[in-house]
């Protein structure tokens, strides 16, 4: 059953570092997503990716955030400059189409910022 | 705008017992609802959703959801819990198609169940 990957499981990062959190989303799928869970809060929304342009993203997706499908099967979020804030859980989804399609979520990344 | 309550971020049940996770939302435009579950250390896994059709749905592992417009909810049942439904479980939200959300979803804050043999 195909499903999607990310990589690394665990990352730990000093403050004001970039990091790179990959994902390899289900290959006949279109729509990309980010999200991120703070350690016991919500599941939150940070951007969607469609026809290799952001679709929508919410407020926590500053400038600091950046998206990327640099080859066709990866998609890539990018952190410039680490804070402290910024650990959480971060999950990958694809889907094949929006709304109603569901979306496939990968067991995601722990980012620990020290 | 759309949001999700989950009433009881922990559920206790014996095992065979009726399981109920309560879900509320709020949304400005017709909503698409979803129960994810999350076992340790694995990705959200749907569990069911509702996109418009029949008001009660029926998911995998034997749990449904019913939804109710009057009453802005979508209620996670199962009539007999099994230890292996110990997880957690999210409620989610995003706008029907004609929205401008480009399926963004909006979680509630989970639903932790345990089962007791």
């Known amino acids: 059953e195909p499903e999607v990957t990310q990589t690394p499981s665990h990352q730990v990062t000093q403050m004001g570092q970039e990091v790179i959190l990959r994902c390899v989303p289900i290959s006949n799928h279109l729509y990309f997503y980010w999200y991120r869970q703070i350690l016991g809060q919500k599941v939150e929304f940070l951007v969607s990716?469609?026809?290799?342009?952001?679709?929508?993203k919410s407020e926590i997706f500053d400038d600091q955030f950046s998206v990327e499908r640099p080859d066709g099967s990866n998609f890539t979020l990018k952190i410039r400059s680490t804070k402290l804030e910024d650990s959480a859980m971060y999950f990958c989804?694809?889907?094949?189409?929006?709304?109603?399609?569901?979306?496939?979520f990968g067991p995601g990344t722990r980012l620990t910022v020290l | 705008a759309q949001s999700v309550t989950q009433l009881g971020s922990h559920v206790s049940v014996s095992e065979g017992a009726l399981v109920l996770l309560r879900c509320n939302y709020s949304s400005s435009v017709p909503p698409y609802l979803f129960w994810y579950v999350q076992y340790p250390n694995q990705g959200l896994q749907l569990l069911l959703k509702y996109t418009s059709a029949a008001t009660l749905v029926k998911g995998i592992n034997g749990f449904e959801a019913e939804f109710k417009k009057s009453e802005t909810s979508f209620h996670l049942t199962k009539p007999s819990a099994h230890m292996s439904d110990a997880a957690e479980y999210f409620c989610a939200v995003s706008a029907a198609a004609g929205g401008t959300s480009y399926g963004k979803l909006t979680f509630g804050q989970g639903t932790i169940l345990t089962v007791h043999p």
């Open positions: 990716f469609y026809n290799n342009e952001i679709s929508e």
């Open positions: 989804a694809s889907s094949r189409q929006t709304t109603y399609n569901e979306q496939f």
